[in-house]
């Protein structure tokens, strides 16, 4: 059992009663910071003025252009680093006008404040472009005294981290509200050590820097070697479209015939294909969660974690172990087998390495498995950035199903996956730049950590020792 006691006077100002907020984790991590006495500030002390503390706002309806202004949602905010893969857009006129106070400025902290993501930060620059925030983070600038990169990595840091969940609220929502994170502290340590932990981010950039570059090769390659470096998927507000081709596919909604799908089936058609299920000994849904998520126990992927072609580990829920004893074997991950997400983000493909072998897969994605037979003419991770860059724009967007809530394919939409078979030595050469992609991404990331680390280690060492 785990008790704390706690005097009156400590019951700050007698606004929290409940027994979380007094954890004696918590309570020690306080302490620690208490320690640099009148260097320690609140957020709401530091923040360049007033409204410097805003949160953004959904446009109604929620309909996303393909391009615009970048919108930032909780999976773009991680820790540390903002991910871009997966998107959405809003129109320019949103952006100045409804959405004028959450447009993103020159180092704005980002912070996401709602949901189980909530608690992550990075620091978002102008070089990423013009952006935008959702309802589900708020953007803060603080004064020059203190380097943005050093308050974000204190936010994701075992410091920062804890006066999040202590101030979190509600039950089937969870929330930070405004005020509190305004009460957030934090010591303002000495210039030269915040520059320290800026130093481990302009490395993080050179690697991230890197890894873009090849995966774009890889694209580049990609697109190329199908004809499709020069083709643009316009959509055309009218056209005209044969009642047997209505009956062929037995649609009539007028999306499906958009002439860019016609154009890409008429590109990829000069190539030799097979279907996707002609190439896999199984291709199946994942299984639903056996147990709630713990942090130990084992790995559960799910849509959010299929980043980049390969399986991001930053983000992993486990099940624990006791209650996946009885699922079938086919319902955990082996090497190469391709992990495409099946509802929500509809597409986003990884495939999985010896690392994730023995892994669970979540039942809103799907798996395929290549055949021995096929392998030897098929590369996983050329088909899985196919999926990604080609597949998902041009086949699945134009298959999908649109419910109420989200967007999802099936099983049979899968199967029947075209797959453009290139040369051996060209799926090689794209399969090569995305490893090395990869690999320099998990090294980028390794400084984000020791970045933390450092943080952490300063603050440890408590006082007046490290602070101006």
């Given at each position: ?312 580990h930053t983000e992993i829920d486990c099940l624990e172990k006791d209650s996946t004893i009885k699922l ?47 392998k030897k003419f098929l590369d996983p991770l050329f088909l899985t950035l196919l999926i990604n860059k080609v597949s998902k724009p041009y086949y699945l967007m134009r298959y999908i199903a649109q419910s109420s ?64």
């Amino acid at each position: 059992m785990t008790f704390s006691i706690i005097q009156k006077s400590q019951l700050e100002g007698a606004l929290r009663l409940d027994a979380e907020y007094y954890q004696p984790e918590y309570l020690e991590l306080d302490r620690k910071l208490n320690l640099f006495g009148n260097k320690l500030k609140t957020f709401g002390e530091i923040l360049e003025r007033e409204n410097s503390l805003t949160g953004g706002a959904t446009p109604l309806g929620a309909n996303y252009p393909e391009l615009g202004i970048k919108f930032l949602r909780v999976q773009n905010i991680m820790p540390g680093y903002l991910d871009f893969s997966d998107t959405v857009f809003i129109d320019k006129k949103i952006n100045d006008k409804q959405l004028k106070r959450s447009q993103l400025i020159d180092d704005d902290v980002l912070l996401t404040i709602t949901g189980v993501s909530y608690g992550k930060s990075a620091v978002y620059k102008l070089s990423y472009g013009d952006a935008n925030i959702n309802q589900h983070s708020v953007r803060m600038h603080f004064i020059s005294k203190l380097i943005p990169e050093y308050i974000s990595t204190f936010l994701n840091s075992k410091f920062g981290r804890f006066q999040s969940d202590r101030k979190i609220t509600g039950n089937t929502r969870p929330a930070l509200a405004y005020e509190e994170i305004r009460s957030y502290k934090i010591p303002v340590i000495d210039k030269k050590l915040q520059n320290e932990i800026k130093e481990f981010y302009d490395r993080y950039k050179k690697l991230d820097e890197e890894s873009k570059k090849n995966v774009r090769q890889a694209e580049d390659i990609l697109f190329k070697k199908l004809g499709l470096d020069d083709f643009t998927a316009e959509k055309k507000l009218f056209f005209i479209v044969n009642f047997s081709d209505c009956k062929k596919f037995n649609r009539i909604d007028p999306d499906f015939f958009q002439p860019h799908y016609l154009a890409f089936e008429k590109i990829i058609s000069k190539y030799k294909s097979k279907i996707l299920g002609q190439l896999c000994s199984l291709i199946s849904y994942g299984t639903v969660p056996t147990s709630p998520y713990t942090d130990k126990g084992v790995p559960y992927v799910k849509g959010m974690n299929l980043k980049n072609c390969l399986i991001d580990h930053t983000e992993i829920d486990c099940l624990e172990k006791d209650s996946t004893i009885k699922l079938p074997k086919k319902v955990y991950l082996k090497k190469d087998d391709v992990i495409i997400s099946q509802m929500g983000t509809v597409g986003n493909a990884a495939v999985a390495t010896k690392a994730e072998e023995g892994w669970l897969f979540a039942s809103f994605t799907i798996r395929a498995r290549l055949s021995e037979e096929a392998k030897k003419f098929l590369d996983p991770l050329f088909l899985t950035l196919l999926i990604n860059k080609v597949s998902k724009p041009y086949y699945l967007m134009r298959y999908i199903a649109q419910s109420s809530v989200r967007q999802n394919t099936d099983l049979p939409t899968i199967k029947n996956l075209p797959v453009p078979i290139l040369p051996k030595v060209t799926q090689e050469k794209i399969a090569d730049l995305v490893r090395k992609s990869h690999a320099a991404r998990q090294k980028s990331k390794q400084f984000l950590t020791e970045a933390k680390r450092k943080v952490e280690e300063m603050i440890e060492k408590g006082g007046d020792k490290n602070v101006d």
